[in-house]
């Protein structure tokens, strides 16, 4: 079963949107420090200093843009 627990009632097409904005927000760090999925982003690196050097940078890009993640449903 699946449950919408961000995205309101009336928007169509709202994964595909989302998709897109993780897409454009993080366009500089595709491919290079970042593997989109659906809903997933993960960072891959060999070694811890630059993991977390690069994790800080991405996640100020995103509080940048006002998006915020819930720590709770994140590994690390």
Request: glycine fraction near 2%; include cysteine; hydrophobic fraction near 50%.
């Amino acid at each position: 079963m699946y449950e919408w627990f961000v995205f309101l009632f009336g928007f169509r097409n709202a994964p595909s949107i989302f998709i897109h904005l993780k897409n454009h927000v993080l366009r500089v760090f595709i491919n290079k420090l970042v593997v989109m999925y659906f809903d997933d982003i993960l960072i891959c690196n060999k070694s811890l200093n630059k993991h977390l050097d690069h994790l800080h940078n991405i996640l100020s890009v995103l509080r940048g843009e006002k998006l915020f993640a819930n720590l709770k449903k994140y590994t690390f």
